[in-house]
Structures are given as structure tokens and as C-alpha cells.
Nanobody, 127 residues
Framework: QVQLVESGGGSVHPGGSLRLSCAASRFNSDHYAIAWFRQAPGKEREGVSCISSSDGSTYYADSVKGRFTISRDNAKNTVYLQMNSLKPEDTAVYYC????????????????????WGQGTQVTVSS
């Protein structure tokens, strides 16, 4: 069974950094686009960033552009989300998700387009 496991969450002060990891197992993530979503209490799940498997194209929500960087290491079957200049409004549970990438994939922040999900990792930004 496909499995995604997030790690790297924690508590930081505003302006701090964290790096999240999403380790894929039991499938070859080379053919899957990977996205990071987050969900804060009382809010809908929102897309943060995603990365293509075919050409490494990256996509970001406006709220994190210039602060977050997504990358992937196919040899390790792992996708990373480097988060810098964190703000209190970045506080949420962060999930990684995977979808088999078709030639038409151009980045998606629609949760229903992703078939596989991790269990989430908590990120808390507070002073």
C-alpha cells in the first residue's frame, strides 16, 4: 500500500525556519506529482506548494512565495519543504499528498486531485 510519511514539524518563533520531509514508500514517486497542503483549526485545507515529477516544475501559493521552497530527491523518494521567515499564520498541520502525474499536470492545489495522503505534521509559529 502506498505510504507517505511527513516529518520535520515543530514549534518555532516568528522569522524562524523549518524543513519538512515527505518520505514515500511502496511506490515509485518518480511518476507522481507531490504537493504540500496545510490545514489550520477551523479552516479549509489549502495548497501550499507542489512539484512535478517530469520536469521538476514548482508551484507556490501566493502566501508562501519567496519564503518556502519545495524540492525532491528521487533517489531517496523524498520531497522537502523548506520554510523560512515563518509567520504565526503559517501555523497548521501540514500534509503531503501524491497524484500520478499525467502529461497535463500543471500544478494543482485541489485536494481531490491527490490520491495519497500522509498523516500530517504540526507546525506552530508563535512568540
Amino acid at each position: 500500500q502506498v505510504q507517505l510519511v511527513e516529518s520535520g514539524g515543530g514549534s518555532v518563533h516568528p522569522g524562524g525556519s523549518l524543513r519538512l520531509s515527505c518520505a514515500a514508500s511502496r511506490f515509485n514517486s518518480d511518476h507522481y506529482a507531490i504537493a504540500w497542503f496545510r490545514q489550520a483549526p477551523g479552516k479549509e485545507r489549502e495548497g501550499v506548494s507542489c512539484i512535478s515529477s517530469s520536469d521538476g516544475s514548482t508551484y507556490y501559493a501566493d502566501s508562501v512565495k519567496g519564503r518556502f521552497t519545495i524540492s525532491r530527491d528521487n533517489a531517496k523518494n523524498t520531497v522537502y519543504l523548506q520554510m523560512n521567515s515563518l509567520k504565526p499564520e503559517d501555523t497548521a498541520v501540514y500534509y503531503c499528498a501524491a497524484t500520478f502525474e499525467t502529461p497535463y499536470y500543471s500544478g494543482s492545489f485541489f485536494p481531490y486531485e491527490y490520491n495519497y495522503w500522509g498523516q500530517g505534521t504540526q507546525v506552530t509559529v508563535s512568540s
